[in-house]
C-alpha cells in the first residue's frame, strides 16, 4: 500500500515563503523510498514555486486545493484541472471540509470535481468526514457513506476498480478535530477508517484494499508516529504543522 503524506498549506505563504519551504522540505527529505509520497497542497500562485523545488526529487509532488469541473469558460474565480497541471501540479483536494462547510459545496459537486479531475489527468485525494453533531448523534457511518457513495454513483466504468489505484486516495477528516487542538483517539481512528474501508470495498469491491486511507485532523509531531501505527492508516492529511518546514519533516519521520 502506498503511503501518503499530505501538507495542505491552506491560504497561507507567499511564492517566497512557499519556495523557501518546498526548497527546506526537498533538502530535508532528498529522494522518498518507493512506496512513499509526500504531497504539498499549495495555494494556486505558489504551486509553481514548490514544483520546482521539487524537481529531481523522486516522490516529491504538488497539488492544487481546489479545481473546478469544466476545461475553460466563464467561471470567474476558478481554477481548471488543466491550468493545475501546467502550473506543476499533480493532485487536487476535492471535498476538504472547508471547501464543503464554509465554501457550501454539496455532495454532487464535489462528485463532479472529483471525476472531473481524475478524466484529465489529476491525482485525487477525496476528504470526507462527519461534524461533531453528526458523530454525537449515531450518524458517522451514514455521513462516511453519502459523500463516498455520492462520488462512486457517478464514477464513469472507464475510472472504474484497478484505474483508481495510484489515482484516488481518500482523507478521512473529523470536522470536529481540524484546527482544534482536538485528535480523534486511536479507536475513533480506527473504527472511522474501518468503516471507511468497509464502505469502499461495497462500491469497489477488492480495488478498496489498494486505495491509501489518509487521516487529517490536528496531527502533529507528537502524535503522527501513533497514528501511522494504526489499522487501516496509509497516511497523514497535515494542516498547520505542516507550514513550517522542520515540523513536517518531524512528522514524515515519526
Known amino acids: 500500500m502506498q503511503k501518503i503524506f499530505a501538507a495542505n498549506w491552506k491560504m497561507y505563504k507567499t511564492r517566497s515563503q512557499a519556495s523557501q519551504s518546498a526548497q527546506e522540505l526537498a533538502k530535508g527529505l532528498g529522494q522518498m523510498p518507493a ?35 469544466a476545461e475553460e469558460g466563464a467561471f470567474t474565480g476558478e481554477t481548471s484541472p488543466a491550468m493545475l497541471r501546467d502550473a506543476g501540479a499533480a493532485w487536487v483536494l476535492t471535498g476538504h471540509s472547508e471547501r464543503r462547510h464554509i465554501m457550501g459545496e454539496d455532495d454532487a459537486l464535489v462528485a463532479r470535481k472529483t471525476i472531473f479531475a481524475l478524466e484529465h489527468g489529476l491525482n485525487v485525494l477525496l476528504c470526507i468526514g462527519e461534524t461533531l453533531e453528526q458523530r454525537e448523534a449515531g ?38 478535530a481540524i484546527g482544534t487542538g482536538k485528535v480523534a483517539g486511536p479507536k475513533e481512528v480506527l473504527d472511522a477508517h474501518a468503516v471507511t474501508r468497509a464502505l469502499l470495498g461495497k462500491l469497489v469491491g477488492e480495488t478498496a484494499s489498494r486505495l491509501p486511507i489518509l487521516y487529517g485532523g490536528s496531527v502533529k509531531p507528537n502524535n503522527a508516529a501513533g497514528l501511522m501505527a494504526l489499522d487501516n492508516v496509509d497516511g497523514l492529511l497535515v494542516g498547520g504543522a505542516s507550514l513550517e518546514a522542520q515540523s513536517f519533516l518531524q512528522i514524515i519521520g515519526a
Open 35 to 69: 512506496g512513499q509520497e509526500v504531497v504539498v497542497f499549495a495555494p494556486f500562485t505558489a504551486i509553481s514555486c514548490a514544483a520546482d523545488a521539487f524537481k529531481g526529487h523522486a516522490g516529491l509532488t504538488v497539488g492544487g486545493q481546489n479545481c473546478y469541473p
Open 139 to 176: 450518524k458517522l457511518n451514514a455521513v462516511l457513506e453519502r459523500q463516498l457513495a455520492a462520488v462512486f454513483a457517478a464514477m464513469p466504468a472507464s475510472l472504474g476498480g484497478a484505474a483508481l489505484v495510484g489515482k484516488l486516495a481518500v482523507g478521512y477528516e473529523p470536522v470536529w
